[in-house]
């Protein structure tokens, strides 16, 4: 921070840095929900302080990053605790298209642009679910350097560690993602791969379905104790085929619907028009190794049909 050289900070240039706060928050923390309210902090830390102070700030868009990701560290740190007492599995919040965006925020009103987030390789689900396994400081000198282009010298200010401790941190993270070898089919593949899965569970076809499915395939659902949605991970393509066929018979008129989920091609499954499921793949080698199936009514509220609150 610097000495007052500026006049005071104008709105436009604070409120203008709010969708790069949220892009932010939503990839330290994998969720929507959680992102909208450290943005909500970082803003109301802002506009507690003096004016004299406000005004001191050299880069309000610097200082709000800082604050930003100081909270979102503070955030994983506490969330890892909830989610050892979430019911089932924790998925990340997965996201539509933003030509579908509808979701409200949790006070009512229309969704903000500012609040919708990029989807770029940095939000497809696979890469998400690598992130949570990061320790905090892991995920957010990872995405602080390698995601946004921050320099280590800035993320040391924020992670509370030296510039070289920053350096490791980010390397240690990178390796992670190396070692999950994330998807990287081309969107045309994964659209065709995705719409023969689709046909294949109308069809009720299991041995389609198991042809479809890595050998080792796993499925994870995310009901969080709000729906019904299986505990544990399902485990192989068979396993995974009759359970989907067991799915499709307990919910008849159930609509499966091709739709772009955090920026690759998924699927939504909606029920007399409302969103109960949204599922994201992971693919290696022309076949589905991972399916998240996000149930949970609670991070589905972007999505078009989403149950009302």
Wanted: glycine share 10%.
């Amino acid at each position: 921070m610097s000495t007052p050289t500026d006049p005071e900070p104008s709105l436009s240039t604070v409120v203008g840095e709010r969708r790069h706060l949220i892009n932010l928050a939503y990839r330290l923390l994998g969720s929507l929900t959680e992102a909208e309210d450290a943005v909500q902090e970082t803003y109301a830390r802002w506009y507690a302080m003096p004016r004299r102070r406000q005004e001191a700030v050299e880069s309000p868009g610097a200082w709000l990053t800082t604050v930003a990701g100081r909270i979102c560290l503070d955030q994983l740190g506490s969330a890892r605790v909830r989610r050892e007492r979430y019911v089932g599995a924790w998925v990340p919040e997965p996201l539509p298209d933003r030509t579908e965006w509808t979701g409200a925020p949790a006070g009512g009103g229309t969704a903000d642009p500012a609040d919708r987030v990029t989807l770029d390789e940095s939000v497809h689900m696979a890469f998400l679910v690598v992130l949570e396994s990061m320790t905090p400081a892991e995920r957010v000198a990872f995405v602080l350097h390698d995601v946004f282009r921050y320099p280590f010298a800035e993320i040391a200010g924020i992670v509370g560690r030296t510039p070289a401790a920053c350096r490791q941190l980010a390397s240690s993270a990178r390796r992670r993602v190396r070692a999950a070898r994330a998807s990287s089919a081309p969107d045309a593949e994964q659209a065709g791969l995705v719409r023969r899965f689709k046909e294949a569970w109308e069809a009720q076809d299991i041995a389609a379905l198991v042809g479809l499915l890595d050998p080792g395939a796993t499925m994870v659902a995310d009901g969080g104790g709000l729906v019904g949605a299986v505990l544990r991970p399902v485990e192989g393509s068979e396993r995974i085929a009759q359970y989907l066929i067991h799915i499709a018979g307990k919910a008849p008129g159930l609509t499966l619907l091709e739709r772009t989920v955090n920026g690759r091609p998924g699927l939504v499954a909606q029920h007399t028009g409302v969103t109960v499921t949204v599922a994201a793949f992971g693919l290696t080698d022309g076949r589905i190794t991972h399916i998240w199936a996000v149930r949970n009514p609670e991070k589905l509220r972007p999505w078009p049909g989403h149950e009302p609150d």
